[in-house]
């Protein structure tokens, strides 16, 4: 999937856009290296939008899930 921005978005505000919460926005970035630089975009720049991994529900630490 992906994104196409418009003028002045930001990491955080494409996260919340697509995602539902900013707190995706390093997720987008790792996605996304050749524009980690940008802070605000310009319109018309595609972003790599992947599916979010699957969350792990429960208080063990992440060593206990693998296996």
Do not use: C
């Not at 003028?7 to 707190?23: F, H, L, M, P, R």
């Not at 940008?38 to 595609?46: C, I, N, P, Q, S």
């Amino acid at each position: 999937m992906s994104y196409t921005t418009i003028s002045g978005d930001t990491w955080d505000g494409i996260a919340k856009n697509v995602y539902g919460q900013e707190k995706y926005a390093d997720f987008l970035m790792q996605h996304n290296p050749g524009k980690i630089g940008v802070f605000r975009f310009d319109a018309g720049v595609e972003i790599t939008t992947p599916a979010l991994p699957e969350e792990k529900s429960g208080f063990l630490p992440p060593w206990k899930f693998e296996g």
